[in-house]
Nanobody, 124 residues
Framework: QVQLVESGGGLVQAGGSLRLSCAAS????????MGWFRQAPGKERELISS????????YYGDSVKGRFTISRDNAKNTVYLQMNSLKPEDTAVYYC?????????????????WGQGTQVTVSS
């Protein structure tokens, strides 16, 4: 079992930045692929970024590419999402998720441990 707790969400003006953190605990939590998802009102939850368990490989969805950066510190069992140049359309609940390293870290269906989510609101 892996437990995930997100933090760092909040209200920011367009063009601003936020840094989300996801603290993981549980059995060998550092050996999981990690992903950041978001869900806006009325929309499906989408995978926006992910990182392999080693940290060597990353994925970004088209909507965040060039603006967001994912990273992880396995010594601290923490994954980060640095969000720059935020837009009102980035407003959503952001979720951290963990998935087995046996599967493709870019596949949103392989993530089976979830945090409670953190709200990000970008004002225009």
């Amino acid at each position: 079992q892996v437990q995930l707790v997100e933090s760092g969400g909040g209200l920011v003006q367009a063009g601003g930045s936020l840094r989300l953190s996801c603290a993981a605990s549980g059995y060998t939590s550092s050996r999981y692929n990690m992903g950041w998802f978001r869900q806006a009102p009325g929309k499906e939850r989408e995978l926006i970024s992910s990182i392999s368990w080693s940290g060597r490989n990353t994925y970004y969805g088209d909507s965040v590419k060039g603006r967001f950066t994912i990273s992880r510190d396995n010594a601290k069992n923490t994954v980060y999402l640095q969000m720059n140049s935020l837009k009102p359309e980035d407003t959503a609940v952001y979720y951290c998720a963990a998935g087995s390293p046996s599967y493709d870290y870019t596949n949103p269906r392989v993530y089976n441990y979830w945090g409670q989510g953190t709200q990000v609101t970008v004002s225009s």
